[in-house]
């Protein structure tokens, strides 16, 4: 390639515009390094390649890249490919492609044309990242169907299965999808109760966008990402289980897994789980199977339930007779 030939400057031409500015007529061609002329002509040829460069003629006229019909071919810095690339791996581990895997495709491309010192820079970054445990993907279609009636603020319709396993039909009011540690969240305002929601997007099914519209309401106040935490610490629930479990705190957080609560240490020998609760039964059920004495300290709901477990487990297992003489 000849310093500044044709190619050399089509590839300058390109980076210049894809940077997504506006560009003077003459700042453009004093950067690519050429006469105003020719700087015309090398536009055309862009063009002619699929590049929608939109120009505006007179004095002050200037040069823009803007949306097309297809997607034309980008040209990337050595920077920004190693930054999608390692994007598009990590998207990879939360993301199903249905039917096609546009993830891994996408990925494929890139690395196969990926100059060796690119090469080495991904594969040096994905090697000390945690880039191999795969948390819960949800399908590219759903966050796709989500994202297109929250931006057009219309409701919509689901099957949702709560954590207990239990089904209900939601009406919800999309207004943002939260990705939280390696699953998607979706945060709406709940049309039936009245309230916002958090929704795991991983127990969604039957989506249904009818089409109807709604005023947007304002976020929570701490913002979308906050709220949607801190209700998959502690769900939103109409009541919470309170539990004190007499081990220490190192000792519980081995056997509990409090993604839907908080386990806090009271003291060096005790500490107290707080959760929302989708079922009693299901709360009962799990308290026990920790393995370490545990006082309930509420609600009611809880602490009958508790009694209800207790007394069929001791009617399970009756006291043996006394051996006959």
């Known amino acids: 390639m000849t310093r500044n030939g044709p190619s050399e400057r089509m590839l300058r031409l390109l980076s210049l515009l894809q940077t997504g500015r506006s560009w003077p007529g003459t700042e453009?061609?004093?950067?690519?390094?050429?006469?105003?002329?020719?700087?015309?002509?090398?536009v055309d040829r862009l063009r002619e390649l699929g590049y929608p460069v939109r120009s505006a003629p007179g004095p002050g006229g200037s040069y823009r890249l803007v949306a097309g019909r297809a997607m034309p071919p980008l040209l990337f810095t050595d920077d920004e490919a190693v930054a999608t690339v390692i994007g598009l791996r990590f998207a990879a581990l939360t993301i199903l492609d249905e039917g096609g895997g546009a993830t891994d495709g996408a990925l494929r491309k890139l690395e196969q044309v990926l100059p060796p010192r690119l090469r080495r820079r991904t594969q040096a970054m994905l090697a000390t990242l945690d880039a191999t445990a795969r948390g819960t993907p949800v399908a590219l279609g759903l966050l796709d169907r989500l994202g297109s009636a929250a931006h057009a603020c219309e409701d919509?319709?689901?099957?949702?299965?709560?954590?207990?396993?239990?089904?209900?039909?939601?009406h919800v009011e999309?207004?943002?999808?939260?990705?939280?540690?390696?699953?998607?969240?979706?945060?709406?305002?709940?049309?039936?109760?009245?309230?916002?929601?958090?929704?795991?997007?991983?127990?969604?099914?039957?989506?249904?966008?009818?089409?109807?519209?709604?005023?947007?309401?304002?976020?929570?106040?701490?913002?979308?990402?906050?709220?949607?935490?801190a209700s998959a610490l502690v769900p939103v629930s109409r009541h919470r289980g309170v539990v004190r479990f007499e081990a220490p705190l190192s000792v519980v957080s081995e056997r509990l897994t409090a993604e839907g609560g908080t386990l806090e240490a009271v003291d060096e020998d005790t500490c107290r789980y707080t959760?929302?609760?989708?079922?009693?039964?299901?709360l009962s059920i799990t308290l026990a199977m920790v393995g370490v004495p545990y006082t309930v300290e509420g609600p009611p709901e809880l602490m009958?339930?508790?009694?209800?477990?207790?007394?069929r487990l001791t009617a399970a297992t009756p006291e043996e007779s006394p051996a006959s003489p």
């Open 28 to 42: 453009l061609a004093e950067r690519v390094g050429t006469s105003p002329r020719t700087l015309r002509r090398d």
């Open 275 to 282: 959760t929302g609760v989708d079922s009693w039964e299901w």
């Open 304 to 311: 009958d339930h508790t009694r209800t477990l207790a007394a």
């Open 156 to 170: 919509v319709r689901f099957r949702y299965t709560s954590r207990a396993g239990t089904a209900t039909e939601r």
């Open 174 to 229: 999309p207004y943002r999808q939260v990705l939280l540690g390696r699953r998607w969240y979706l945060l709406g305002w709940d049309l039936d109760r009245r309230d916002w929601r958090t929704f795991r997007l991983d127990r969604i099914t039957e989506l249904d966008v009818p089409g109807s519209r709604f005023a947007p309401r304002p976020l929570p106040a701490d913002g979308a990402a906050s709220f949607v935490q």
